[in-house]
Each structure stands twice: as C-alpha cells, then as structure tokens.
C-alpha cells in the first residue's frame, strides 16, 4: 500500500516533468506545420532565413531577461534599450566613429542601463517592475535626444563598413542567403547555459528566485548577483541591438517598445517561471522560435498587421495562463511529496 502512494505522486511528477519539457517544442512544431499548410510559400528556404533572421534580437534579449525571470525580478526596459543602444551606435558611426568602436559601443550602451537597473533593484531595494518601466521611457529619450530625433542608417552590403552584415545574414557567390548569425546565436545561448548550469552565478540565480531570503541567510550576497542578472540583460540587448542593425539597416528613434514582451513570453513559453526559481536557455530560444514562427506566418496567411499584434497579444496571455498552470502543478507535487512523507 505504501508503495502505491508512493508510486502515485512519482508518477504525477514524471508526467508533468515530461508535459513540461514536451509542450514547447510541440507547441513549435504544431505552428510551423499549420503556417506551412495555409500560409502563401512558407515550406520554402527564403521563408526558413526569414523566421531565423526575425529570431535574432529577440532571441538575444530573450536570454538576458530569462536570467532576470528566474530571479523573480522583471525587466521591461530591454526592448527599447536594444532600440537605444542601436541607435547610439548609428549616430556615432555617423559621426565619424569606425564600424567596430561603434558597434562596441552598443553593447557598451546596453550594459550601462542594465547596470542602472541593477543598481536601483539590488542597492535601492526599488521594484523592477517600475524601476525597468522607468528605464524604458528614459531609454527612449536618450534615443531621440543623442540622435536629434533622426533615423541612424548602418552602411549597406558591399559599402565600406557594411561587413557587419555577413556576421548574421552571408550572400554566397551565387547569391544564395545563409543565415550565418544562428552561429552567434548558438554560441550566446551556449554560454549563457553553461553559466546557469555549471557556474555559482547560476545556481545563486536560482537560489535568488525560488527563496531570497533563504538565499541571504545561507551567504549569497543577493546584492552582487541581482546586479550581475541586470547587468547581463543589458549586455544581451546590447548584442540585440547590433542584429537589429544588422538586419534592418535603419534604426528610428523612440523604438523597442513592444519587443519586451516578445522576450518575456518567449522565456515564459520556454518554462521559466514568472514567479521565479525556474527556467532554463534552450527553453527560451524554443519560445523565441515559437514567437518567430508566429510573426512570419501571419503575414504568409495575408493577415494585416493588427491581426498579427492581437494574436500576439493572444500568444502572451496563453504564456501567463501557462505559467501559472505549471506553478500551481508544480504547488501539488510538492504536496503530494510532503502528504508521503
């Protein structure tokens, strides 16, 4: 009888670790087929580098944010920071700077509010949901102002300067589009993974958001390393920044606001926890791909672009729903576990 119950609960946890796992990837599969079986040409390779391009600065912010999640904080600042930092960049480039000290000076920019964040939650002990909202409004100022309320325009392929570009999207001999930026993206997400699994960054990380004063008690200094989670979310909107550029060529000031919650729906999608405590890399670029998808194949079924934000829309809300589904599921086998004992 004993080992009934026991077998029950590990049984429930088994399958709910599996759901948990399986549901994003599903979820990823599921989409794609249904595009590709109602959308206009997407079972097509130019279709394929256009999700992979779109995956690019979202996915780079994405991963700083789930570092923010997982401590239980929030940062709504990062899409308009990438925005912000990009155009920074530009405007130096434009006057005068050479290509790689602007581009360095973008992840410079980034990592400097990031570190301002870190600042105002960790020292001034304010709450990263204002603090970071703040952080977005100032950041879409700082914008506007270093640019004079004008475009930043990066050089185009084959001008001088225009290199960067082969970093994330290489045209062959023949012309033929390789998406040579899911390389970088691959090896972002690498190191951020073996920082959250294998270093005392990560496990404080995790420490931090399942228990934080528990976490204090036992010697973490929560200080150092909620500055450290805000300072890399900002570095990584920096990385997203140059993508950006890198794509789209033209930056325009006051941008960004809105790319946030594709970050924050992507790591939510990818199971990290709003709640704090839980999350993991592949995860979220698992989400981040989910909101690419999304965002090109609405286009390839002919739907404007308010069909594509309200079901974007519909996409952050099922991430929430999700999330606290699996809180309260992952509540009742921590019952069941104790119930047992």
Known sequence: MANDIQSGPRGRNLVE???????????????????GAFGRSYFSYPTLVNIIDAAYYI???????????????????????????????????KHGFPMVPSLLLIVVVGLAFGTLNGLMVSRLKMPPFIVTLG?????????????????????????PGGWFKSIFLYMSPNDVPIPTGALLLAVVAVVCHVALSNTKLGRYTYAIGSNMEAARLSG???????????????????????????????VLPGQGQGYEMYAIASAVIGGASLAGGAGTIWGTIIGVFIMSVLATGLPAMDLEAHWQTFFTGVIVICAVLLDMYRTRKAAEVRVDKSAVA
Do not use: E, H
């Open 220 to 250: 973490v200094d929560v200080r150092k390393w909620q500055m450290f989670v805000y300072m890399i979310a900002g570095a990584t909107a920096g990385v997203g920044g140059i993508s950006y550029a890198a794509i789209y060529t033209t």
């Open 135 to 159: 952080t977005m409004m100032i950041s879409m100022g700082v914008g506007s102002i270093v640019s004079n309320v004008a475009s930043a325009t990066f050089p185009i392929r084959g001008a």
């Open 59 to 93: 996915g780079f912010i994405a991963m700083g944010v789930t570092f923010v999640i997982i401590t239980g904080g929030i940062d709504l600042s990062v899409g308009t920071v990438m925005m912000c930092a990009a155009i920074v960049g530009g405007t130096a480039l």
């Open 17 to 35: 670790r599996g759901m948990k796992y399986a549901l994003a990837p599903a979820a990823l599969v599921i989409l794609y087929l249904f595009f």
